[in-house]
T-cell receptor, first 112, second 113 residues
Framework: QKEVEQDPGPLSVPEGAIVSLNCTYS??????FMWYRQYSRKGPELLMYTYSSGNKEDGRFTAQVDKSSKYISLFIRDSQPSDSATYLCAMIPNQAGTALIFGKGTTLSVSS | NAGVMQNPRHLVRRRGQEARLRCSPM?????VYWYRQLPEEGLKFMVYLQKENIIDESGMPKERFSAEFPKEGPSILRIQQVVRGDSAAYFC???????????FGQGTRLTVV
């Protein structure tokens, strides 16, 4: 079983839809969780960073962490064509200075 | 405040040559990470460095690959005697000393011909 599982998609939605992206993980030592957005042929861009279980909201984006189920989600409200990208979840097992472990990424396409 | 700078953005090498990839972390960041991304695959950790120290190289191939982060200057990922299978996008990320947030550069796309 891989440490971090993420459905690669592709996921296609119409503009304005609510998008749900998810990752599961197996290592209960993971404490910090991140979502990155990567446009084609660009570097990953940090979108959300969370530590505790629960929700964290930033504009149209909401990150949700459920440590008991080892499950994290990213919700995008009112999706836009500019949201079309690959979304990568990443997590760290302990404190600062440890390498991120990534999911394979989910490719999202938002059509206008 | 400039982000993580990687150069070159594109690098073409013939089989058997050496490839040198450079990464300048964000100002104030003392941790550098190198990742490799193959087509249709996620980011794979290679090595984690602090100034003059390799902290974790568990993701580095045992041969031909090396990395350094000297006291002065950028971090360097060196690939000796490149083979076609080394063709990939190589990303560098940096983070501050007391933070887990890592910021990525735009990557170097290595093509071995």
């Amino acid at each position: 079983q891989k440490e971090v599982e993420q459905d690669p998609g592709p996921l296609s939605v119409p503009e304005g839809a609510i998008v749900s992206l998810n990752c599961t993980y197996s290592n209960s030592a993971f404490q910090y969780f991140m979502w990155y957005r990567q446009y084609s042929r660009k570097g990953p861009e940090l979108l959300m960073y969370t530590y505790s279980s629960g929700n964290k909201e930033d504009g149209r984006f909401t990150a949700q962490v459920d440590k008991s189920s080892k499950y994290i989600s990213l919700f995008i409200r009112d999706s836009q064509p500019s949201d079309s990208a690959t979304y990568l979840c990443a997590m760290i097992p302990n404190q600062a200075g440890t390498a991120l472990i990534f999911g394979k990424g989910t490719t999202l396409s938002v059509s206008s | 405040n400039a982000g993580v700078m990687q150069n070159p953005r594109h690098l073409v090498r013939r089989r058997g040559q050496e490839a040198r990839l450079r990464c300048s972390p964000m100002k104030g960041h003392s941790h550098v990470y190198w990742y490799r991304q193959l087509p249709e695959e996620g980011l794979k950790f290679m090595v984690y460095l602090q100034k003059e120290n390799i902290i974790d190289e568990s993701g580095m191939p045992k041969e031909r690959f090396s990395a350094e982060f000297p006291k002065e200057g950028p971090s360097i990922l060196r690939i000796q005697q490149v083979v076609r299978g080394d063709s990939a996008a190589y990303f560098c990320a940096s983070s501050p000393l007391e933070s887990t947030e890592a910021f990525f550069g735009q990557g170097t796309r290595l093509t071995v011909v």
